[in-house]
């Protein structure tokens, strides 16, 4: 099992920054995929960013391309969202995911399917 734990999410103006951040514990020797998911009131789950961690490979939705940054911590299985440029449709919940034994496609081809979840953190950009 793995037990992920998002933090760092906040209410900011549109323009700001925010960084979120995703610890990974438990089972982790074999996680080499993790990622950030958001859903908005009334919309489905949305894949926003992967990293794959064997190699460093990342994956962003279109949306936030040029405006977040997904990195890997120097220590364990942690990584982070910077957010940059934020705008009020970035308003949501966003997750943390991780899968084990991923394949790189299948980690960065933008339909990932995580194993394990975190329990969210809300991000509210304000017009």
């Known amino acids: 099992q793995v037990q992920l734990v998002e933090s760092g999410g906040g209410s900011v103006e549109a323009g700001g920054s925010l960084r979120l951040s995703c610890v990974a514990s438990g089972d982790t020797w074999s996680t080499n995929c993790m990622g950030w998911f958001r859903q908005a009131p009334g919309k489905s789950r949305e894949e926003v960013a992967t990293?794959?961690?064997?190699?460093?490979?990342?994956y962003y939705v279109d949306s936030v391309k040029g405006r977040f940054t997904i990195s890997q911590g120097n220590v364990g299985k942690t990584i982070f969202l910077q957010m940059n440029s934020l705008k009020p449709e970035d308003t949501a919940k966003y997750y943390c995911?991780?899968?084990?034994?991923?394949?790189?496609?299948?980690?960065?081809?933008?339909?990932?399917?995580?194993?394990?979840w975190g329990l969210g953190t809300q991000v509210t950009v304000s017009a």
């Open positions: 990293l794959y961690i064997d190699d460093g490979g990342t």
């Open positions: 995911a991780a899968d084990r034994f991923s394949s790189r496609l299948r980690c960065l081809d933008g339909a990932f399917g995580p194993e394990y």
